[in-house]
């Protein structure tokens, strides 16, 4: 049986520096690389192991339309609300408040740039 874990998340960005920066600004990512892609620059950013790669809107994958896209990633936390309030202290918006859907799991949603939503959970 095959297995498989997480590679990269690559985000195709209308405005890679501006997500660059709200990336390193609310969650403290770093800039690993950033070198010439397809559509201009390309950031390699990690995030506490999680590796993000942001990019302009055209895909390396075929040629055609701008694609910018990426419907949510959820990134998990020891502690939610302290993670909630050092975000809230940045100026993060979020699309859902912390709250607590079920016994063990603690959730909240954020609005990032290029209308991608970041869960952040906590399991007990």
Known sequence: MASYSLGHI???SE?????????????NARLVEERQGPSGRDYYLGIDGVR????????HIGAGEPIYSLDHFGLTTPNLAQVAS???AKGMQFKVEPYTPRPGLHYACLKAPDAVRIELLQYD
């Open 10 to 12: 690559h985000l195709m």
């Open 15 to 27: 405005n890679p520096s501006q997500a660059v920066q709200f990336y390193q600004t609310m969650f």
């Open 52 to 59: 993000l790669i942001i990019s302009g809107g055209l895909s």
């Open 86 to 88: 050092e975000l809230k």
